[in-house]
């Protein structure tokens, strides 16, 4: 059974780069068939799924952050990145990593079974 682990700072001044990881245990980001994602919960709204990268290294994006939004993995470390760029205090949420299990890809943030704890990221003005 996976467990998800964010990690990246918790405080980031607009227009910069925001950058986090998601260090992965007890599983393979390579495992056949897994998911692996970024979803996020801006204070007071619901989860929004941001993208993902797939056990084969595909990619996939929330079509509202593609202009602004990379994943990327570094198999060696088990682990996988996000960058979102250009960021405002609207992009201040608590953001999760998270993984399923499927056929095929999932924005349904029902479908994730695993989760890390999540980890607050504020953007000041």
């Known amino acids: 059974q996976a467990q998800l682990q964010e990690s990246g700072p918790g405080l980031v001044k607009s227009s910069q780069t925001l950058s986090l990881t998601c260090t992965v245990s007890?599983?393979?980001?390579?495992?056949?068939?897994?998911?692996w994602s970024w979803i996020r919960q801006p204070p007071g709204k619901g989860l929004e799924w941001m993208g993902a990268?797939?056990?084969?290294?595909?990619?996939y994006y929330s079509p509202y952050l593609k202009m602004r939004t990379s994943i990327s993995r570094d198999t060696s470390k088990n682990q996988f990145t996000l960058q979102l760029s250009s960021v405002t205090p609207e992009d201040t949420a608590v953001y999760y990593c998270?993984?399923?299990?499927?056929?095929?890809?999932?924005?349904?943030?029902?479908?994730?079974?695993?989760w890390g704890q999540g980890t607050q990221v504020t953007v000041s003005s």
């Open positions: 007890g599983d393979s980001i390579t495992t056949n068939y897994y998911f």
């Open positions: 998270a993984a399923f299990e499927g056929w095929g890809m999932s924005q349904r943030v029902a479908d994730y079974d695993y």
């Open positions: 990268i797939a056990y084969n290294g595909g990619t």
